[in-house]
Protein backbone atom coordinates (compact mmCIF):
# COMPACT_ATOMS: atom_id res chain seq x y z
CA UNK A 1 0.00 0.00 0.00
CA UNK A 2 1.10 3.42 -0.61
CA UNK A 3 -0.35 6.13 0.79
CA UNK A 4 0.03 9.83 -1.22
CA UNK A 5 -0.45 13.41 0.12
CA UNK A 6 0.13 16.47 -2.25
CA UNK A 7 1.02 19.74 -1.13
CA UNK A 8 1.83 23.24 -2.76
CA UNK A 9 -1.02 24.55 -4.61
CA UNK A 10 -2.47 27.79 -4.58
CA UNK A 11 -3.28 31.36 -5.96
CA UNK A 12 -0.82 32.50 -8.71
CA UNK A 13 -0.46 35.45 -11.41
CA UNK A 14 0.14 34.22 -15.14
CA UNK A 15 3.79 34.01 -15.30
CA UNK A 16 4.40 32.93 -12.15
CA UNK A 17 5.45 29.39 -10.77
CA UNK A 18 5.08 27.25 -8.39
CA UNK A 19 5.79 24.01 -6.91
CA UNK A 20 4.05 20.94 -5.84
CA UNK A 21 5.19 17.92 -3.61
CA UNK A 22 3.92 14.48 -3.27
CA UNK A 23 5.11 12.87 -0.24
CA UNK A 24 4.49 9.18 0.09
CA UNK A 25 4.12 6.52 2.66
CA UNK A 26 5.55 3.11 1.84
CA UNK A 27 9.08 1.13 1.61
CA UNK A 28 8.57 0.64 -1.98
CA UNK A 29 7.85 4.19 -2.98
CA UNK A 30 11.35 3.93 -4.57
CA UNK A 31 9.90 0.89 -7.10
CA UNK A 32 7.11 2.67 -8.58
CA UNK A 33 6.72 5.22 -11.76
CA UNK A 34 5.37 8.56 -10.34
CA UNK A 35 2.99 10.91 -12.10
CA UNK A 36 0.90 14.13 -11.72
CA UNK A 37 -1.96 14.50 -13.29
CA UNK A 38 -4.54 17.05 -13.08
CA UNK A 39 -8.17 18.22 -13.48
CA UNK A 40 -9.97 21.30 -14.77
CA UNK A 41 -13.69 22.02 -13.71
CA UNK A 42 -16.28 20.36 -16.32
CA UNK A 43 -13.03 18.69 -18.29
CA UNK A 44 -11.38 15.12 -18.11
CA UNK A 45 -8.25 14.40 -16.07
CA UNK A 46 -5.24 15.18 -17.73
CA UNK A 47 -1.91 14.08 -17.95
CA UNK A 48 1.08 16.13 -16.55
CA UNK A 49 3.90 14.15 -16.36
CA UNK A 50 5.93 10.82 -15.20
CA UNK A 51 9.05 9.72 -13.80
CA UNK A 52 10.87 6.90 -13.69
CA UNK A 53 11.59 4.91 -10.50
CA UNK A 54 15.35 5.60 -10.74
CA UNK A 55 14.59 9.44 -12.01
CA UNK A 56 16.26 8.64 -15.15
CA UNK A 57 13.53 8.82 -17.49
CA UNK A 58 11.18 11.53 -17.76
CA UNK A 59 7.69 12.10 -19.79
CA UNK A 60 5.66 15.03 -20.11
CA UNK A 61 1.80 15.63 -21.43
CA UNK A 62 2.54 18.40 -24.45
CA UNK A 63 0.83 21.21 -22.89
CA UNK A 64 3.48 21.46 -20.35
CA UNK A 65 6.56 20.85 -22.00
CA UNK A 66 9.44 23.15 -21.67
CA UNK A 67 7.51 24.61 -18.51
CA UNK A 68 7.32 22.12 -16.07
CA UNK A 69 9.56 19.72 -14.41
CA UNK A 70 9.11 16.58 -12.72
CA UNK A 71 11.54 15.00 -9.96
CA UNK A 72 11.80 12.61 -7.49
CA UNK A 73 13.48 11.98 -4.21
CA UNK A 74 13.64 8.32 -3.14
CA UNK A 75 15.45 9.27 0.42
CA UNK A 76 12.60 11.37 1.16
CA UNK A 77 9.61 9.55 -0.27
CA UNK A 78 8.72 12.60 -2.62
CA UNK A 79 8.08 13.38 -5.90
CA UNK A 80 7.94 17.20 -7.04
CA UNK A 81 6.86 18.95 -9.85
CA UNK A 82 7.79 22.48 -10.60
CA UNK A 83 5.76 24.65 -12.61
CA UNK A 84 7.26 27.86 -14.14
CA UNK A 85 5.69 30.32 -16.66
CA UNK A 86 2.13 29.01 -15.43
CA UNK A 87 -1.20 30.44 -17.34
CA UNK A 88 -4.50 30.04 -16.29
CA UNK A 89 -5.42 27.36 -18.61
CA UNK A 90 -3.23 25.38 -15.88
CA UNK A 91 -5.26 26.08 -13.66
CA UNK A 92 -7.07 22.88 -12.15
CA UNK A 93 -6.71 20.34 -8.93
CA UNK A 94 -3.17 18.50 -9.70
CA UNK A 95 -3.03 15.21 -8.16
CA UNK A 96 0.25 12.73 -7.55
CA UNK A 97 0.03 9.07 -8.60
CA UNK A 98 1.66 6.01 -8.15
CA UNK A 99 2.52 2.59 -9.96
CA UNK A 100 4.18 -0.50 -11.04
CA UNK A 101 6.22 -0.16 -14.30
CA UNK A 102 4.26 -2.73 -16.22
CA UNK A 103 4.81 -1.66 -19.30
CA UNK A 104 2.19 0.32 -19.57
CA UNK A 105 2.35 3.80 -21.50
CA UNK A 106 3.07 6.46 -18.19
CA UNK A 107 0.17 8.94 -19.68
CA UNK A 108 -2.23 6.37 -19.19
CA UNK A 109 -4.23 6.77 -16.01
CA UNK A 110 -4.69 3.03 -15.83
CA UNK A 111 -1.02 2.78 -14.99
CA UNK A 112 -1.97 3.92 -11.69
CA UNK A 113 -3.04 2.16 -8.57
CA UNK A 114 -2.56 4.81 -6.12
CA UNK A 115 -3.72 8.21 -6.02
CA UNK A 116 -3.51 11.72 -3.93
CA UNK A 117 -6.32 13.45 -2.89
CA UNK A 118 -5.26 16.70 -4.78
CA UNK A 119 -3.98 20.37 -4.64
CA UNK A 120 -5.79 23.10 -5.94
CA UNK A 121 -3.68 25.22 -8.68
CA UNK A 122 -4.90 28.47 -9.21
CA UNK A 123 -3.48 30.74 -11.91
CA UNK A 124 -5.09 34.30 -12.58
CA UNK A 125 -4.80 35.96 -15.48
Known amino acids: QVQLVESGGGLVQAGGSLRLSCAAS????????MGWFRQAPGKEREFVAAIAWSGSRTYYGDSVKGRFTISRDNAKNTVYLQMNSLKPEDTAVYYCAAGRDRGLPWFASFLYDYWGQGTQVTVSS
Open 26 to 33: GRTFSTYV
